[in-house]
Nanobody, 127 residues
Framework: QVKLVESGGGLVQAGGSLRLSCAASGGTFSFYNMGWFRQAPGKEREFVAAIMWSGGTTDYTDSVKGRFTISRDNAKNTVYLQMNSLKPEDTAVYYC????????????????????WGQGTQVTVSS
């Protein structure tokens, strides 16, 4: 299984921006569709964004559309989440996820079926 390591989290004021990165190792990165999920205190983990292996298709949960952008660089084995206009309700631990395109269909990734999870990175947005 691919190993995922997130970075880029931190404390930011409302309206600010952060860019999360997720570096993958131990597998062929272009074999994987990738996603970002988040879990706020006391809540279940939820889908945030996903991107197909080629980068040609992306999906977002409604609450982040127009503010977040997911992208990937297959040459660097890295997926990114650019987060703009951050709100206090975006506060959560953000997790990177990978789903092998040969075994998990892309729509299933969006619903939370994955092969690997990262350890998570904390994002805190102050009001």
């Amino acid at each position: 299984q691919v190993k995922l390591v997130e970075s880029g989290g931190g404390l930011v004021q409302a309206g600010g921006s952060l860019r999360l990165s997720c570096a993958a190792s131990g597998g062929t990165f272009s074999f994987y569709n990738m996603g970002w999920f988040r879990q706020a205190p006391g809540k279940e983990r939820e889908f945030v964004a996903a991107i197909m292996w080629s980068g040609g298709t992306t999906d977002y949960t409604d609450s982040v559309k127009g503010r977040f952008t997911i992208s990937r660089d297959n040459a660097k084995n890295t997926v990114y989440l650019q987060m703009n206009s951050l709100k206090p309700e975006d506060t959560a631990v953000y997790y990177c996820a990978a789903a092998a395109r040969g075994s998990i269909a892309y729509p299933s990734l969006v619903r939370g079926r994955v092969d690997s999870w990262g350890q998570g990175t904390q994002v805190t947005v102050s009001s």
